[in-house]
């Protein structure tokens, strides 16, 4: 997704008040707005607490304030600087983690994103944006700029079937129907179970559906899906995430409250930032039973 990050990014460079900082990461990518914002362009080094303490006092002069680094390096590195200066304040700096979930696989866990939305989200004001496909970029970030919220984007690489078209950017959205149990998935994750999912037979086939914007309460499932839930045929979430703090908590305490019985609930999740060794993003995720193999079991058992 990063190319097309930067191209997005290019397009809204003629805004004179929109800055961008990066964590001395971007080379070889994002040459194209180094080149279009010029000064408003800037290396912060090897120094994250620095650059988000700069990016909030950008934003509290009304600059339109970017800052972009490895996905752990822009929210567990410098968390106290989001918290006091960013979260505490309400200033509406956009955090840009490249690779999240498991995105960095063979770096290991240092390199490894899988608490990052949960813990953010513990902060006052803060919204996590989980584009799941590269076409999705352009709505992620106009979202993100609209809000007056501080924001964290996570991203990924787009994983979707050749063939598979996709639709236009919402914070939900249904990618298929069936008669089976619901299936929600947060951000790109969800492009590796469609060619699987797809070819169940109408009565398995879930309705797998995508979020890609948190928390809940400021995005809350739309009524279809809660009608679904209801139906009591079961639900399954999956998301590249520790269970704390994850969407599923979140999802289970919602359903809770709202008198909802989805039935059977089941989790898919990150489970360990260690492992005894150390592969791929889709090594990683089959550790972690993410692959569509662990998916069926739950969704399609025996099929």
Not at 98 to 116: F, K, S
Not at 121 to 144: C, K, S, V
Not at 182 to 209: E, F, H, K, M, S
Not at 216 to 226: H, I, R
Request: hydrophobic share 45%; glycine share 10%; with cysteine.
């Amino acid at each position: 997704m990063r190319k097309q990050l930067c191209d997005a990014l290019v397009a809204r460079a003629a805004n004179p008040d929109m800055v961008f900082l990066t964590g001395d990461l971007g080379f070889m990518a994002l040459e194209p707005l180094q080149q279009a914002l010029g000064t408003r362009f800037i290396n912060a080094g090897v120094a994250e607490q620095n650059m988000v303490s700069v990016a909030a006092t950008m934003a509290r002069e009304g600059l339109e304030a970017w800052a972009y680094s490895i996905a752990p390096f822009c929210y567990a590195r410098p968390f106290e600087q989001i918290r006091n200066d960013v979260a505490f304040h309400h200033l509406p700096v956009k955090l840009i983690g490249n690779g999240g979930g498991y995105g960095y696989g063979v770096m290991g866990p240092t390199h490894h994103a899988i608490e990052d939305y949960g813990i953010l989200l513990t902060l006052p004001h803060l919204r996590a944006f989980i584009p799941a496909f590269d076409e999705d970029i352009d709505g992620t970030l106009n979202q993100a700029a609209a809000s007056a919220d501080p924001a964290y984007i996570r991203l990924g690489r787009g994983e979707p079937p050749p063939g598979f078209s996709v639709p236009a950017y919402a914070p939900w959205r249904q990618l298929l129907a069936g008669h089976g149990m619901t299936v929600i998935v947060v951000g790109p994750l969800v492009g590796t179970y469609l060619a699987a999912l797809q070819t169940l037979p109408d009565a398995l086939r879930p309705n797998l559906w995508v979020v890609t914007e948190l928390p809940l309460d400021k995005n809350e499932p739309p009524p279809a899906l809660l009608e679904q839930l209801a139906s009591g045929r079961g639900v399954c979430v999956a998301e590249e995430h520790v269970r704390r703090g994850s969407l599923g908590s979140e999802l289970a305490l919602h359903l809770l409250g709202q008198g909802i019985d989805p039935g059977a609930f089941h989790h898919l999740f990150a489970k360990a930032h260690h492992y005894a060794t150390y592969g791929s993003q889709h090594f990683l995720r089959t550790q972690s039973g993410l692959d569509s193999a662990s998916l069926l079991t739950k969704v399609a058992p025996g099929h």
